[in-house]
């Protein structure tokens, strides 16, 4: 059984970003790891080969900063690292440049990959997800994030990324897909208030013109943490691989997550009340088919 990693990234110093780490985090059940470093200006090329592992295989691209049709830009970059794939892969692994696996999953993750390797109606396996929020004590945990995504899918040339490169399709239509219990840590949105609203700025590049980016996201503003919805105090274990990013983190998150909830409407208290209660949320989009 042979495992291939994937990614795309672009300027992760500036947009300080845990490349490093997201793929150090599932480099050791991988044979090989395909990483698209788009343009960078500032020195990530030498951040990835830092990695030193016969592993790694680096493709350059060039990013097309024209596009502004809901992050398509993302795709197409996930969609050049897959094609790089050495074709005798069975399972590619995807990970995005602010993610991790905790080495704990991995064992289950394997399992997976071998149990449903000869299972030709299962075209991936679908991941939980952990949203870390502002800070590295806490996930954000609301009908505003998604809970789970395909991460690990059978390699197949039909396969592509979908829309702004959350998630695939094969022939244009969603995956069949097995749940597994791992999950994915999502790092994006633990950074200081003006790191992050550096990166919203970068990033909304490829979604709005301009004009919208300087109505909306001035550099003069600081990101506002307030939208997160609800916080949970996270009481478990972070990746090894992230443990000394953690410990210098130098900021102080000063938001009361008491006073997230407050600001959410009776509508949408209502509805997470009952997914709450009953696991189950009300209109949620699945870009995938579950199989049990």
């Known amino acids: 059984m042979k495992v291939t990693g994937f990614s795309f990234i672009r300027n992760a110093i500036d947009n300080d970003y845990p490349v490093v780490q997201?793929?150090?985090?599932?480099?050791?059940?991988?044979?090989?790891?395909?990483?698209?470093?788009?343009?960078?200006?500032?020195?990530t090329l030498e951040l990835i080969?830092?990695?030193?592992?016969?592993?790694?295989?680096?493709?350059?691209?060039?990013?097309?900063?024209?596009?502004?049709?809901?992050?398509?830009?993302?795709?197409?970059?996930?969609?050049?690292?897959y094609a790089a794939i050495s074709k005798?892969?069975?399972?590619?692994?995807?990970?995005?440049?602010?993610?991790?696996?905790?080495?704990?999953?991995l064992?289950?993750?394997?399992r997976a990959m071998e149990e449903n390797l000869e299972k030709k109606n299962v075209e991936g396996l679908l991941f939980k997800y952990l949203h870390f929020y502002g800070s590295y004590d806490y996930i954000a945990s609301s009908r505003r994030w998604y809970r789970n995504e395909v991460r690990v899918?059978?390699?197949?040339?039909?396969?592509?990324?979908?829309?702004?490169?959350?998630?695939?399709r094969k022939d244009g239509k969603k995956l069949k897909v097995k749940p597994i219990d791992a999950y994915i840590y999502h790092y994006g949105w633990v950074q200081?208030?003006?790191?992050?609203?550096?990166?919203?700025?970068?990033?909304?590049?490829?979604?709005?013109?301009?004009s919208w980016i300087e109505q909306h996201h001035p550099e003069s503003i600081e990101f506002d943490y307030?939208?997160?919805?609800?916080?949970?105090?996270?009481?478990?274990?972070?990746?090894?691989?992230?443990?000394?990013r953690i410990e210098v983190s130098n900021w102080k998150f000063l938001v009361d997550p008491t006073l997230l909830k407050k600001k959410m409407s009776i509508r949408r208290r209502i509805l997470q009340k009952i997914e709450d209660l009953w696991q189950w949320r009300i209109g949620e989009y699945k870009n995938y088919k579950i199989i049990e």
């Open 192 to 210: 200081p208030p003006s790191g992050l609203g550096n990166k919203v700025r970068n990033f909304n590049k490829f979604y709005y013109e301009e």
């Open 153 to 168: 899918l059978k390699f197949d040339s039909k396969v592509h990324s979908y829309r702004d490169a959350q998630g695939f």
């Open 107 to 110: 064992p289950v993750i394997k």
């Open 226 to 244: 307030g939208n997160a919805d609800r916080l949970i105090r996270f009481e478990g274990t972070h990746p090894k691989v992230m443990q000394k």
């Open 88 to 105: 005798d892969t069975d399972w590619a692994f995807y990970i995005q440049g602010d993610e991790c696996v905790h080495e704990n999953y």
């Open 22 to 43: 997201a793929i150090l985090s599932i480099l050791p059940i991988c044979d090989e790891f395909v990483i698209a470093l788009g343009d960078c200006t500032d020195h």
């Open 49 to 81: 080969e830092g990695i030193s592992s016969p592993k790694i295989r680096i493709i350059r691209t060039i990013w097309d900063e024209s596009i502004r049709e809901g992050g398509k830009t993302f795709a197409q970059e996930t969609d050049k690292a």
